[in-house]
Structure formats: structure tokens, C-alpha cells
């Protein structure tokens, strides 16, 4: 299914993009625009492509073992699987926060201003120093830990540490927020704080979500894909999406009536 | 209630309890051999252990005393007024030798005939009058004074004192010698000391006056030079087998040379350096440099797989987060990678290099065999190696060497206990939870 | 719904939901038939106890109310199932209107049953059987989850709307004719009122049955609420 958007508010677009993993075909044909601070969900079945899809966004899918991407990927026009592209200023650009949460195991301090620091984005200590708070104050964690910068960040609660990797996200400025289910590992409460932070960040970020929980789907996105099989089945409001899908597999999927 | 949970499966009602209560008897009788078979396994090899130390500690201990003489000894007058006259040379000049003999004979005024003299010098081992020498010289103004002075034995008194050899007419210490050595013990000029010797000497002909510094130099020296190469390179090729390098038939055929090249018997790596690195390059002939070389051929593999290991053992959510943020694969390993598998490499290179140590083989085909009394001061200086001296001194006829041998032995086990240890305890220090 | 729910206690759970929806519909119907027969048959007993039965109606209500919000918090519905969830609060509504409705008629039924009978009456049982129709197929399109009967149903409403605009008419003359008939007429006017009203709640309910189906608006919707107004203005101006 193609599913696009005449809008000049279109941040990312993907065309035909066919993924395969050593021979085995993980996306067939996806088309899918991502529109300009939105936060776009993508939800489906375990192994239905759509974190493989994601990690097409920011080239992430280069480092995996015999794994070939066919289509194109745009981000404000232009293709970032262009060879003359360089990867590293493409993931500055396109940050990404992960299923566990995944903090180096420095200091939260440390944690913050290695983006930062190998991207070249300070000056001097003191512009350093003010990323850092300003990261970790737009991704609600520095009234928590302003006291204890230099300690370890995995000492911090789990969905402390989620919001110190979307921080860390954050303190490279990217244009795009990458999240691979980023609260599977944590509790509700934690979940709640990471979904209030996704719904401050669509102010300035443009945000594209993996998750299995279709409530959360259904609480922090505008705009929902549904994807089987490799295939992307239904790409919509989120709305829509949730209360009247058009799709007999998306219906299914999401009313918990699936196989 | 039970009826209906055992509906569908094959077993009866009452057979049920009785079926599992026996099964569970039988599963904790198997547990318990298990753990019984375990516990004995451990004891065997803790008794093997202690009986090899006990052996060793009981053969070798004594060899950390030495027997000396107490003599009071008359120097004769400082014929040199001006201090910066005297030299080794010029102090050389007096017959220390003589002196000695002298202090000695007055303990014994009814010895008169030559022989028997000869056979009472021989009680002084040879090193007693360089000791003497070497006393005057750091303080000349003992000259012309009557000092008491502990005169090194013989390695046969030492040996008769410490109950090692019997007083025989045809061995080594005839009846007429054990007489005058009961006469001395009886008037307390015969003392037993800690024998710092052993590990201040180097190798010598004189069980009494050989010692382990020069072996242990070179065994340090060797090693530098097998770690100096070992490390970087087993790293370097680690980090990129692990990291960088494509799966493919090149690379899986690496792997497996590797994993075979730290099987191969020691002595083919002896053989190699032989052949390359003194025949062909025409290193130094046993110096510690050829040595190290060689060894950091054996330990490389080692050092490879356990960098593996380690480097493998880092959770890919670490290089995942590095490389998402924007760092390149070579930032990623050498920022985060590297820093979390440090530990483990440090771990498997200890444990590598202790296997090195001990290792005696290649080093007799290089040449680090030969019998050398100055202690080395460079890597290309002539050597020999701890595992080698004990082997050499095993080969030597005087029965002093026998003990001589086991504290080597101990010595060395206590070096690779303490580098195990210091392995272990860096791992533990480093280990990082994820 | 083809396919069932992985988790096979939720399928229970909406199935009693829809049974219960279906056993309201079953008694509003009841109530409305026995109000109308109370009227034609001059049964004052019968409408009493229509009168007092209307009380079930109100508990059933409550207990589907229950139900749902049960449903939708322990179970987070979506899409079809939060559709059909939300629609039962709607259509438990109507129902319950439907029967405040029948309680209506059948309480204006007594003063008619004493008083002498009018022509005009003849059209209320007319207008009840045909709402009765539509409240049964109504029902029937709920059960079978089928938009295409629940829009048939919904134009079926047009006629019951002309009915009662044409009754209004002919009741207006009616007084006219003899003052001594403003009451029973009255009485007449406000049971075909109540008989039209509960065609538009019957029409409300095909609309969320439709919606509860397909996921969007009914088509005509809009274009039909203005005529029906108009219809009757018109009419009213015309005299």
C-alpha cells in the first residue's frame, strides 16, 4: 500500500524500500512519508519489519551482516543512502534511543557530552557544560540528577536512564528522534514520564516511534503505520487508525483478534 | 478437582502422587552423587596440589638457610694512607684467602700435617674470601683491626649440617671433617642465616654461592619483550577479527590457524626461533630478546582468543548507543568498546604471560640454557630463565642443587600464583555490570 | 466479526454486552406494543402496568452502562470493539428513551380509555405497528451487525414522520370542528408526538449501528434532519 502525504510539512520519505536480511526479504515496496514535528508510530506483529524499517532511517542497518536495502530514504529532499553522504553527520542528524535503556557506563555528565564532544558541537567547557544542561532540562531528568552529574549513568533508575539516552539523543540537536520501543523495559510510571517527554519533544523534534503498546501508539502519535508481514498495511492518523481502521489485518491487529 | 486436571493425560488418580513422590527420590539421590562426585573431584585436585607445594616447600625450604662460620679474623695494617688509593686491584693485592685460613687453623691448633690443613680449608667455600674482600673495601678502615667476620661454608658443610649427607671417608665429607664441624657446632662458630645470596648471586659452580637473580632478570627481561610484542599485536588483531574484518572464508580460516596455533607444543615455537630468528635474522644467541620473541609467538594466540572474548563479551546495546549518537566504528571500539573489555584482555594476557613464564622448552632451543654467572643488564645480553635455571640445576650432580632446585620451583610457583591472583582480582576490580 | 479475540473471556464479555442490548431492545419493544394495545383495547390495567414495568427498563440500562465501562477499563478496546462499546452506551440511551416514550403513552392512554373515543385514533395504532417494524428491524440489523438494513430501517422513519404530520392536520381540524374534543385530542396529539419521537429514536439508533459498523457517518444524515423540520413548519404555516 502507498501511503503518502501532498504535504510540504513531509520531513522524511521512504520509496519502495525492500530490506533483506542474507536472502530473506524483510520489507517489501514500503512508501511512507514522515511528516515535520509529528510523532509518527509504527506498529505491527514481532517481526513484521517495522523495527527494520526504522534503522533504514538512520543507516543503522549498515553495520548488520549481509543485510541489503533497495529504495530510497529522503530526509528534506535529500537521499541519505547517497554514497557521497557521510554516515556519521547522518546520525547526527537522526538520533536514536533504543528498547533497553542503554547509558554508557560513565558518568551521566560523560553520558551527555560525548555526542557533543565527538561531533564538535562546543566550543569550550562552558558550551559543553550548557548542553548538558540543557539536554538533560529538555528531557525532564535535570531537577533529578543536577546533584550527581558525575556519577555512574547506570546507576539511575530504568526509566531515568531511558530519559538520559533520549537526553543524550537530544544533546546532538538532531532534526529526528529515532525510538525503538522505549519503554518495553520499564514500568508504568516510567512509561508515563517517557510519554509526557515524546509529547514535549514533537515541539521541536520530529519523532518516530516503534512500539508494541498500541495504547501508548494511540497516546503519543499523530500519525500511525500499521505493518505485516513486511509489508506497511495502513498508514494514517492515529485516530483513524484506532477507531476506524480500514484494513481487515489492521483491525485485527489492533482489537487483538490476530491469527 | 483432580479429576478434571488429569483429564487428557494418560496417568491415573491414584498412581499420580506415588509416580512423582518416586521420580523425585530418585532425582535428588542423582543430585546428591553429582554433587558428592564434584566435591571429590575438587579434593583430589586440592591434595594433588598441596602434596606437589608440601614436596616442594619440604625439599626446598632449607635452601633459604645458609650455614656460615664465625671467625674473628686479624687484618693487617692500612698501608694505604690516601683512600683514593684503594681499588679493587690494590686491595685485591692482600691474601684474603690467607687470613681466612689463618682464623680458621687457630681454631684447630693440633692440625699440623698439609693435608689435613687442605682438608680444613676446605670447609670455607672459595666465595668467603671475596665476601671478606668486599667488606674491606666498602670500609678500609677496618685494616689493621681484629674483626669478627661470618665466613660463608662449603656447600658440603652446609649440607652435613642440615642433615643432608652423612660423614662417609669416601664421600664428600670424610670422618676426620665431620669431627672438627661437631667441634665448631659445639663451640658456636658454625651459624645458620637467612641466605639472601640466593637471590642476590647469579648462577655458579658453587651450590652455596648460586643464586636465582640472574635467571629472574632474564625471565623479567623476557617476558618485557614477549608482552611489549604480545599485547599490542594480539590486541590490534582482536579488535579487528572481532570488529571490523567481514565473515568470510578468509577470515573463519584465520580463526581456525589461530585456535590451532595455540595448541601447537611449545618446543615447535623453540624450533621456529631457532630457525628464523637466529638463523635466519641471526639474532643474538641467547639473549632475552630472542626469547621474548618467541614467546610472544606462543602467547599471541592466547592473547587473541581471550581479547575475543572479552571484546566479544561487551553488549552490542554499548556499540549500538555509540553508533546511533554518531561516532564511527573506529570511535565506538576505541571510546566504548575497548574501555569495557580492557579487564578481560588484561586477564587473558596475565594468564598468557604466566603460561609463557613458566615455559622452559623453547627457550633450551634458543640457547638460554647456557651456564651464565653475570647477571644480564639488556635484552640482548646472554640469559637464561627462571623454568631453565630450575631445569639445570635439576641436571647438576652436587646434592646441594637439589634444594636449590625446589626453592627455584617455589619461587617461580609463588610468582605465577601472584600473577593469577593479580588476574583475578583485576577482573574482579573491573568488572562492569550492565 | 469474523474472527474471535486472542483472549477468549474478552469475546464472553462483549457477547453478554450485545445480549444485554438485545434483551433491552426486547423489552422497550414489549413495552411500546403493550402501550399501544392499551390504547386500542381501552385496557387501563395494562397500561398501569406498562406504567410500572418501565422500571425494569431503567435498571437494565444501568446494568449495560455498568458493563461497558467495565469493558472499557479493563479490557482498552479499540477500533470494531471500542466502536461497538461505545455504541452501546448510545444505543442503551435511546432505548431507555424509547421506553420513557411507551411510559408516556401508556399514561396518556388512561384518560383517553375513560373518555369517549375519537375518529381520529384510528391512526395510532397504524403509526405504532410501523414503529414497532422499524424498532424490530432495528434490532434485528444490531444483531446481525448488518449498515444496509439499519439505513433501510432509518428511511423507513420518513413515513412515520408523514404520518404524524397528516395526523397533526387532521387533528387540528378535528378541534376545529368542536371544541368538546380539545382534550382527548390533546391526549392523541401528544401519543402520535410520543410515537414520532420514538421513530427518531429508532432512527438514532440505526445511525450508531451504522456508525458502530462501518466506522463513519451514515450518507444522509444531514440532508434528512432539515427536511423533516421543514416538514413540519411547513405545515404548520400552511394553515
Redesign the interface.
Known sequence: MVATKNDNQIKMSARKVCVSYSGKQALFNVDLDILHQSVTALIGPSGCGKSTFLRCL?R?ND?I?GCIFHGSVRIDGKDIYDPKLDV?????RI????Q?P????KSIYDNIA??PQ??GLAKDKSELEEIVHTSLEKAGLLKEVKDRLQEPG?GLSGGQQQRL?IA??IA?SPEVILMDEPCSALDPIATAHVEELIDELRDNFTIVIVTHN??QA?RVSQNTAFFHLGNLVEYGATETI????QDER???Y?????? | MTNTLLKGFPIKEGERTETISKRRERRYAAEKRFKILGILSILVAISTLFLLIGNMINKGFSAFKQTYLELSISLPENKFPNEKQISPNVISELNFKSFLKRALLKKFPEIKSRRDKRLLYKLISSGATFDLQDAVFENPKLLGKTITTLAIASDDVDQYIKGNITANNQGRITIKQSKWIDKLVDDGVINQKFNLKFFTNGDSREPELAGILGATIGSLLTMLVALALAFPLGVAAAIYLEEFAPKNRWTDLVEVNISNLAAVPSIVFGLLGLAVFLGFFGMHRSAPLVGGVVLALMTLPTVIIASRAALGSVPPSIREAATGIGASPMQVVLHHVLPLAIPGILTGTIIGAARALGETAPLLMIGMVAFIVDIPQGINDSATALPVQIFLWADSPERAFVEKTAAATLVLLTVLIIMNLGAVLLRKKFERRW | MSRNHIVKSYDEEIKKLNNSIIELGGLVEEQVERAIKAIVERDTNLAYKTIDDDDKIDDLNYEIDNQAVRLLALRQPMAQDLRNIVATFKLSSDLERIGDHATGIARRSIPLSEDKPIQPIHVIPRMGKLTMTMMKNCIDAYIEQNSEKAERVWNADKEVDEMYVSLFRELLTYMMEDAHHISACSHVLFIAKNIERIGDHVTNICETIYYMVEGERMQQQRIRQTKSDRLLTDSITEK
Open positions: 538512520n543503522m553495520y551482516e556519521v553527520e547522518l546520525r547526527a538520533g536514536m534511543v533504543f533497553k542503554n547509558p554508557f557506563p560525548y555526542g565527538i561531533h547506570t539516552c543524550r539523543a546532538v498500541m495504547q494511540a484506532f477507531t476506524s481502521p489492521t483491525q485485527g489492533i482489537t487483538g483478534r490476530f491469527g
